[in-house]
T-cell receptor
């Protein structure tokens, strides 16, 4: 089944403790991206990747890192999480950035 | 700033009625897409309309695009309770190596049985 898999679904952590949210797609998509969703703000793009080893900043990249070493994986790294990074995070992928996006189920992150 | 801004932010209608949601944006685009989200879950793609298209249909969905006004509308005809969800527009702009997908804040639709 074609899908984008995010893990974990829920994550509670403390300020400053490094964490990684994984994202994997099985559709051989070139384009992958991360979004955060906050009430009243919609989805905001954090980072995107147009292909392996090619990443670029979105609208809200501060405090986040990404890497794209393999085509199928695009992990989101929070080196030192802070409470303002408490949010619902989504990974998405597509054949090309202009095509429809397939979304993961989301990761609800709480930073205490 | 928000590229796509949906209007209204919330809409409540009776089952069987039509629902219209609007999206305005600020820059040029390659295409505009509409997505649906059921409470807190991942977004699901509904329809894509390219910048050189004016109207597109898919089942009970009808999307229009007016690039001169930088606006789009999504019409859901004969709504059902199962259509209750949040709807988002997303604009796509690709220029050279730069690629931007921007979502609006969404319209929350409630369809009352």
């Amino acid at each position: 089944e074609a899908q984008v898999t995010q893990n974990p679904r829920y994550l509670i952590t403390v300020t400053g403790k490094k964490l990684t949210v994984t994202c994997s797609q099985n559709m051989n998509h070139e384009y992958m991206s991360w979004y955060r969703q906050d009430p009243g703000l919609g989805l905001r793009q954090i980072y995107y990747s147009m292909n392996v080893e090619v990443t670029d900043k979105g609208d809200v990249p501060e405090g986040y890192k990404v890497s794209r070493k393999e085509k199928r994986n695009f992990p989101l790294i929070l080196e030192s999480p802070s409470p303002n990074q408490t949010s619902l995070y989504f990974c998405a992928s597509s054949f090309g950035g202009r095509e429809k996006l397939f979304f993961g189920s989301g990761t609800q992150l709480s930073v205490l | 700033s928000q590229q796509g801004e949906e209007d209204p932010q919330a809409l409540s209608i009776q089952e069987g009625e039509n629902a219209t949601m609007n999206c305005s944006y600020k820059t040029s685009i390659n295409n505009l897409q509409w997505y649906r989200q059921n409470s807190g879950r991942g977004l699901v793609h509904l329809i894509l309309i390219r910048s050189n298209e004016r109207e597109k249909h898919s089942g009970r969905l009808r999307v229009t695009l007016d690039t001169s006004k930088k606006s789009s509308s999504l019409l859901i005809t004969a709504s059902r309770a199962a259509d209750t969800a949040s709807y988002f527009c997303a604009t796509v702009l690709i220029s050279g190596g730069y690629q931007k997908v921007t979502f609006g804040i969404g319209t929350k639709l409630q369809v009352i049985p």
